[in-house]
């Protein structure tokens, strides 16, 4: 085999290991050795209010909507504290696929603001988005709800945040949605 093969052979075999991220499993990192890629539990809860969807049509993107995040609650063993206003600007993709794009902020019960960026997707079966279109309760195992979160903070007591990347797996509810957000080890 040519050096050649042998590269394309390993890309397809790190790409095909790189598809385990979306598992919470173990990706090999050199033969034999393995690495946890996110924390087992979650390091804290969103429970994101929101108002009505604003729709601002079908732009050369995708159909464009803006939902204000207007409140809501973080809890969890590494922070506490309220959501404060911010947006998640949507482009809905023909296939239903939402791609995400949210900005807002967090203020701990002692008194920390951290910003918040958040970028995910959001795709299941035709009539599963439609359900959730419709503010129907749907089990969140029926459809896909990931999003890749960075956070800035100025306070000392919650500058770790600083220096880590997050996953929240989520949940949408008819007015809000639920994150359970895992820290990338």
């Not at 598809?19 to 990192?29: A, F, Q, R």
């Not at 770790?160 to 820290?183: H, K, P, Q, T, Y």
Request: positive net charge.
């Amino acid at each position: 085999m040519g050096r050649a093969e042998k590269i394309v052979k390993r890309d397809r075999k790190l790409i095909y290991e790189a598809s385990w991220l979306g598992s919470n499993g173990e990706v090999p990192t050199i033969p034999g050795r393995k690495m946890n890629l996110i924390s087992s539990d979650p390091i804290f809860q969103i429970h994101a209010e929101l108002a009505d969807i604003r729709h601002f049509g079908r732009t050369p993107y995708g159909d464009r909507r803006v939902i204000d995040i207007i409140g809501g609650r973080v809890d969890g063993p590494k922070l506490k504290g309220r959501i404060l206003p911010g947006a998640d600007w949507q482009i809905v993709c023909p296939d239903g696929t939402a791609d995400l794009t949210a900005r807002y902020g967090i203020e701990t019960d002692a008194g920390a603001r951290i910003l918040v960026r958040s970028d995910g997707l959001r795709h299941g079966p035709p009539e599963v988005l439609a359900a959730l279109g419709r503010g129907e309760p749907v089990d969140p195992g029926r459809y896909y709800f990931r999003t890749v979160m960075r956070f800035e903070a100025a306070d000392p007591a919650v500058d770790w945040l600083n220096r880590i990347i997050a996953i929240g797996s989520g949940a949408r509810e008819r007015n809000a949605v639920r994150l359970d957000v895992f820290e990338v080890l």
